[in-house]
Structures are given as C-alpha cells and as structure tokens.
C-alpha cells in the first residue's frame, strides 16, 4: 500500500488553503480582529489570515524555533471508558504520490488554546459531526519531541523541530474523510492486525501509539 | 445546613443493603459463581454474596488492612472539555441526623476491576441513565490516603485507613438521587457560591476537589 | 537460570519473619502504640506487631477484599534525568526450588503511607544505603490490577486480588541483596538483553516495566 | 519590596547575551555546526549563533506563533519525597526598576530537548552546582498557556502566546544567584509567609505554584 518516494512529510502543513478563510471558525479568539487584521498581507504578496503566517515566513521560522504541535490519537471506547480501537488517517501526501498512515497532528496557531487547537484538527481531518471528546486536563499522555536530524530522539520531522503534545481523544460520532484524507481506519489494538498497522506508520508514530497504549493499560 | 452530631461517616459504608443483592448486577465477574457461594453465610449467620464481607468482619479488617477505594468528582463539561460545573451529593448520613455534602466514593469490591468500581458508584449515587464518561487510563489525578488519625495526611476517615483513587467523570446523562441521597447538587466552580460548596465538605474531600480543578488547569 | 515448579507467587508475602520484629522501624506512626499491643497475639497462638496481619488472616483477607501494593521499578538515571538502566531482583521463591526476576513490591501496612511502604519496601530488597529518589507526587505511572483468575487483566496473582500503585524509583546509592533476594541485576533498556530480561518477568511484571518505558519515552 | 513600573515581563529573555555565546555549552547537538554556522549574521547587523535568534526576529516572531517554554518549580523534598520548601528568584527587570519573584523559566531553543532547557535554565538562574534532580519522564504536572491578552487563561505575557511545559524539580545542592538575579529564596509551604510569596507573584505563576502543590498532594 506504502509509496515511498523519499519525501514524506510527518506533521501536517498547516499553511492555510484557499478555503480555509471562510471556515466558519469558532476560536472567539478572533472576535477582536479587525477587517483590516484580515486583509493585510505580510510581504508575501499573498493575503495571509492573521494567525497564520505565509508559507515562507513559516519554512524559515521552522529552522529557528521549535513548533508547538498538537497530536491526537482518536479512539473508540466501549461504556467502561476501555478502548476497543484506534483511528488513523490514510492520506496523500503533498507530493502526491505517498499513501501514508498518521494520527491527527496540528500546529497551534496564534492565540489558540490546545484545546481549539485539537478541537480544529479533529474537525479538519475527521470532519465536523465526529464528536471528540476532550480531555478535561491539558496533561498529555506524552511529550514527543521531533527533530530534523534523526536518531536524536525516537521522533523525526525533517521540515522542523516540532514539540508534540500528546492527547487521547474518544471519538463518539461519525468520521467523515475531509481534504486530503482518503480514508479513516481503526483496528482493534488486540487484532492481529494490529502490528501490520503501526509497521504502516513511520518517523516515530507508532511508537505514540505504543505510549497511548501503555497508559491506557491495554 | 449542616447538621452535626459529631459522627460523620466519610466514606460510603459499602455492606449490601438488604435490596442490593437483586440489584441487576452488570459485573461480569460474578458469572461463574456457583449458587452455593450466594447463600453461604461467614459465621455472622447473614447470608452475604459474594465478594461482600458481612458488616462485623468488614469492621474488624478496616482496623487491620489499608482498603481500597475510587472517588469519582463527577464534572459537566462543555464541547472542549472545560469543567463548567462539579457535582456532589446531599445525604443523610447512617445515624439520620446529618446531611453531609460529599463526591461519590466506594470500595472497591474483591475482583472488581477499578473501571466496574468507578461505575457502579456513579450508577448508586446518580441513577442509571447518568452516562458517565469513564477515562481512558487508570491513572488517577490524585491519591487520597485517609487515616482514623487526624492530622496524618490532610485526609481522615475515624472507620478505616482507606486509599483513595480520584478520577474525574464527566456526566453526560441525567441524575436521579438515590437510596439514601437526598439531591444532587451542581455548582460552577467559577462562582461565587463555590468557596460555601468546598466549605461544606469535610475530612478533605474539599481538597480532593480543589486538586482535581488544578489538574484540569482551571 | 529458570526453575519453575508450577507455583510462583507473585507478590512479596508481608507476613512479618522472626527478625523483622527489631528492624529498627522508622516508621512513626507506630510510636503511639502501647507495649500491649506489641505483646497481644491474635488468635494463632504466634505473636504478631501491631499492623501486621498473622498468616492464617492475611491468607483469609486476601479473597475477600482488594490489597493496596505499592510496585517499584528502581532505575539508574544520569544527569539529565533520562533512565540508563532498570533494576530486578533475583530470588529464591517461598517453595525454595524457583529463581524468579521481580520487581520490588509490597502491600501498603495498616497505618503506613505510601511514601513509607515505597521506602520500606526499597530498604528491604535493596538494604539501607540505596538512596531511592522518592517521588515528589503519588500519582503513579500506572494502576496494576492483579486477579487471581488469569486473564481479566495483564497481570495475575494466585493469591489475591491486588491494587499496585505503580512509580519509577532512581537509585543513587549502592544496593545490597537482602534476605532471600540473591542478587540485583541492572540492565540497559536499549541493550540486546533487554528482551531476555523482560521475558523472565512473569504475571505482568514484565507489562510494567514496559509501561514504565513508554512512561519515559525512552 | 516590589516595585511595579507597570513593565513586567513574566518570562525570560531568551536573546543571547555577549557572554552567551562562550558560556562552555553541554548540549551536543552543537557539534555538527560549522564555523559558518557562528558567524553568519541574520540581517540584524549582529552576530548571532547558531538556535538562537535575534532580538529582532524574535519579537517578531512572539506575535506569530506560539513559542514553547518549560517553566519548573524549584523544591526542596525530605527523604520521603515530600516537598519541603518552594524555591523563587528575587531578579531585576529588563527595565530596571522593577524587582519581580518568578520561577524558573525559558524558551526551548531550537534543536534543544526539553531535558537540556530544563538543565540549561536551572543553571543559568542557579548556578552550575545546584544538582538538579530532572524528570524520569516528561509529562508535564500542567500546561500553562500564556496569552498577551490578559484574560483569555489564568496566565499573561505581553510579549507573547507561550506553552509552558511546567515541571517539579528537586534541588539537591547549593545556588548561586546569577546574573540578573539578586537572589533565591525558599519559603516552606505550610509556612505563614507561604500566602505572601505567592502574592508576590504575577501573571499566574503564583497559580502555577499551586498546580504543582496540588500534584504533589501538599
């Protein structure tokens, strides 16, 4: 299933596209931006959503700084709170030719809290009736640190260093691929399947889908 | 409100009351016991069921052996997860002449696992159609260590040296009181009626609620 | 090295031996307790410390209500924090003929906090220069529920069903085997022996340790 | 003793000082940096090594992405773990004018691991012998989100949206103010001055403060 061209690129971009703008977002955040926040250009030439910084200005700032991400592993639970299986996206990647296997990953944008910041990318990737339901603590079950260098740690993102925290989100409603997204998968963690489905992810993915499951107890 | 006659029980007596023995048990655990082991009796001439300890042998252990116990905070939370209120129990208390404020608390019964414990309690104190939102992990946010010696830990309980495991459980559905509690009451912990709320728990469960909103960030 | 004889008790039986009578306790809360009741015997014709349950009794309560364990996996750390090696025990069994790898564990005494049972529990399997770094919080890393039916859980116990509060413990001193443990072994979790060595844990204990790990992000 | 100008920066300046730049650095991810790499200028006119950014693009970028901070509070914990005292840093503002009590906090650098900025902080406000004892893991006791809009969280910074990975560090030896900072100071936290102290805090750190006693059960 795996097409490996030797690009792939582990976090989301999170370069705003054409139709993000009218997303119908909910970050009161945003409330106090003027007309003028939105319209202004950062010397892009590309009108850019304040918030958001244009594709350039992110690449460079990717070389300097750590970015602080977000990663969801979506699950089903069962009354008693137990997981009886885990979610995962199988998706183009930018390029076009890879078909990769990944949890829900996002930066957090300006002025969003971490919980808007899952509550965005859960929407973004699993659409808008998936019903997540959030953590009532921000402590996450990990801290996964990624570096463009390998080796450094058991995480790797070539484009940046990315500090990942790590959240177990239920999923109680229906999942919807969205965008780039072909399809929304879950296993059993206790299937024999189950193997085969983290050997698909790469760059240390499923290795925070190994710590999900310690802490679970499972 | 509060009454006190200076016996104030803290944490649930769990010895069956005469209705809990048909009480549509869902503890899968208690499958494979025999008829034999329902109608045994353990020398207090009271036919016990399984897994209970009669009321004279549950007194005398609680001198000699740490018990285990869960204490659940039940919480409403909004669409990201955010604490809006905490929920707790008025009861009348075992002598009849206290109303005590309290979380929801139980032992946790011999081969019981500590998620069939947490929902039993909830399902006792709340009603069966609170739909409680059970975590993920086992991790607790805390650990209560109640002593019959005041001032040991900010804990106490006269009855029993007990070890308290504390979750926070989103309730979903709706409550009805139960057996011996009189309401259950909702307060917003952002409000100014909160401090009296806190006020009226004793023996440290006040604190266990105040850890529990600091674990959560509010 | 492995010798099973088809029992393996899994737990550290805390039945009180003849010399742990003068082990210069630390513990204060004993401090309060009258000659009388170091004296008194309960019942089994054998003199029992106060706190402590005779065997005939600890066997009983043991299938009638949960037992609070403290489970400590000792590490070595370095300066930075990060886990360089995991510690076990090898010891000779009650039965005398099994050599079995464990991690330290005990119950929780009457009266004794957790912190205490941690550090009693250390010294007794380690001896009194071993340093253990107590944990500044009691939230463990995980919850070990053990049952005497093999299978509702990872982790099994013939004896009893068990509570273990699970933590991760540096060592910064010297260990010395105690009592019947005949050695302490430490062991690399990156090594090529890793794996070996979690194969001789049994019951679970190797699912603890492993849990530990993803604990670390190691 | 405070003196508020109005200015108060809540977190530290992460801009290289002159002396930076030979301080004798651990962190090995420096190595593989080619001298092109330490002197090449930024556009600011200024030489600024390699991870670090300049003042310019560095108040530039706090308005564009949230920038990840570890934040610990400094302990003191007796043989059993428990804390004893709570450390802080008497320092003088950026301005001058000002003498503020904070914690210990920075930005994660570029290409820095959380345990090296927790390492590097500690010694840049306490010196090089003050034996911090790092986490076994890296789960944060709270994420504090630092908004430059006062309000949106308990937790302000003008400069910035900070994520403060927030962490209990026991002090095993002796510190030594350095730099900016004229002093450190321990109160005890069941001490009367305790409520002072945190009084003395600003933008949330005192409630920082609090989550981390919360945790620790205090």
């Not at 061209?5 to 955040?29: I, Q, S």
Request: include cysteine; aromatic fraction near 8%.
């Amino acid at each position: 299933m795996r097409i490996d061209n030797g690009y792939m690129p582990v976090l989301n971009d999170e370069v705003p596209d054409d139709g993000d703008y009218d997303a119908g977002r909910r970050r009161g955040e945003f409330d106090h931006i003027t007309p003028e926040d939105f319209t202004r250009s950062r010397g892009s030439g590309r009108v850019t959503p304040p918030g958001w910084i244009d594709e350039n200005e992110l690449r460079r700032v990717r070389r300097e700084m750590p970015v602080a991400y977000v990663e969801v592993v979506p699950v089903r639970v069962d009354d008693f709170g137990r997981v009886t299986s885990i979610g995962s996206l199988l998706r183009v990647s930018d390029g076009g030719a890879v078909i990769e296997r990944t949890l829900i990953a996002g930066r957090v944008l300006y002025h969003e809290t971490i919980r808007e910041a899952i509550a965005r990318n859960v929407a973004k990737d699993l659409g808008d009736i998936a019903l997540p339901m959030l953590p009532q603590g921000l402590t996450p079950f990990t801290v996964a640190e990624f570096f463009p260098t390998p080796g450094v740690s058991p995480y790797h993102d070539e484009r940046q260093h990315a500090i990942a925290l790590c959240y177990i989100v239920p999923i109680a409603g229906d999942c919807k691929p969205q965008d780039e997204t072909l399809d929304v998968e879950w296993v059993d963690p206790r299937s024999a399947a189950f193997d085969e489905f983290l050997g698909q992810m790469s760059d240390g993915h499923d290795y925070i889908v190994r710590q999900a499951l310690a802490w679970t107890g499972l």
